[in-house]
């Protein structure tokens, strides 16, 4: 959930949608991602994939990762528990 004050120390100087990188090979950059396995195959499954993006405090660091498809991952949840 974003929000305009930290819940740690109450400042307002909050940085919001900040990327998280991964290096790949190459020093490629690969967001980092929460992904759901929405099929039971052995091959060529599908999955639900949603980037994470920090929310970060500039006064005491406190960092809240953040997801940009909530909703879509929560039925991709829904439907992997079923399997």
Excluded at 13 to 22: E, F, G, N, Y
Excluded at 49 to 66: E, M
Aim: hydrophobic letters at 40%; a positive charge; one cysteine or more.
């Amino acid at each position: 959930m974003k929000t305009d004050i930290c819940s740690v120390c109450g400042s307002s100087k909050i940085m919001h949608d900040m990327r998280i990188v991964d290096f790949g090979h190459g020093n490629a950059k690969n967001d980092l991602s929460i992904e759901i396995k929405t099929t039971d195959r052995l091959l060529f499954n599908n999955f639900e994939k949603g980037a994470l993006k920090a929310q970060i405090c500039g006064s005491c660091g406190k960092v809240d990762l953040l997801v940009n498809n909530p909703s879509d991952l929560w039925q991709a949840y829904l439907k992997a528990k079923a399997l």
